[in-house]
């Protein structure tokens, strides 16, 4: 049954365009919270709530340096965030739109 419930949130993680457009932006490399924000044109505390979403399923991880934190893929996860980003369309309008 834990391996139901950890599918089913991990399809919750991914339910958000937001938060795959997030996933999408770490593939390159990792990025502290104020990069996110200003990539994405929303608040910090929104953009610190959808990363605690994806690091709570194992997509991401944090990394502090002074002050800030990066965030980037899981590489513990990284098969299972392979299979998963593979499905995720590189150029797709829902993605790449700035909100």
């Not at 599918?7 to 991914?14: E, I, K, N, V």
């Not at 959808?50 to 002074?66: C, F, K, P, Q, W």
């Not at 934190?69 to 790449?96: K, S």
């Amino acid at each position: 049954m834990k391996e139901l419930r950890e599918l089913a949130d991990l399809h919750r993680a991914l339910s958000s365009v937001t938060r795959l457009r997030i996933l999408r932006m770490l593939i390159d490399s990792p990025m502290c919270v104020n990069a996110i924000t200003a990539r994405l044109d929303i608040s910090q505390p929104s953009v610190s709530q959808h990363l605690a979403i994806l690091e709570r399923v194992g997509l991401v991880s944090g990394h502090r340096d002074g002050c800030r934190i990066h965030y980037g893929l899981d590489t513990d996860n990284m098969q299972q965030i392979r299979n998963t980003l593979v499905e995720i369309p590189y150029r797709n309008a829902d993605l790449d739109e700035e909100r």
